[in-house]
């Protein structure tokens, strides 16, 4: 599965009403670490496809997203279940550490 562009306008049916959990990566363009993460977003997409949904906001775009879960620094990953956040990390994280954070969130 290829990481998808979650907004204001598919958020609530892709990410709230999801029967799977989803992994949301908060970023904008201009982000070093945004951008350093991204390989590493799509491989978790590939790796965990058909067990976790996996998209991103660009909170320049989104500032409504950005600011309703208040999302200070990017980029900020988010796993949501049932329609609620449960777990985030802020700031790079390599590929084990965000690997173990999904697995955590199963």
Do not use: H
């Amino acid at each position: 599965m290829s990481v998808l562009k979650f907004d204001v306008n598919n958020f609530e049916e892709e990410v709230l009403k999801s029967d799977q959990p989803v992994l949301v990566d908060f970023w904008a363009s201009w982000c070093g670490p945004c951008k350093a993460v991204a390989p590493v977003v799509e491989e978790l997409a590939q790796a965990y496809s058909g067990r976790i949904k996996v998209g991103k906001i660009n909170v320049d775009e989104n500032r409504e997203l950005a600011s309703r879960y208040r999302v200070m620094s990017i980029p900020t990953l988010a796993i949501f279940k049932n329609g609620d956040e449960a777990q985030r990390t802020v700031g790079f994280q390599g590929k084990q550490q965000l690997a173990r954070f999904v697995e955590d969130n199963l």
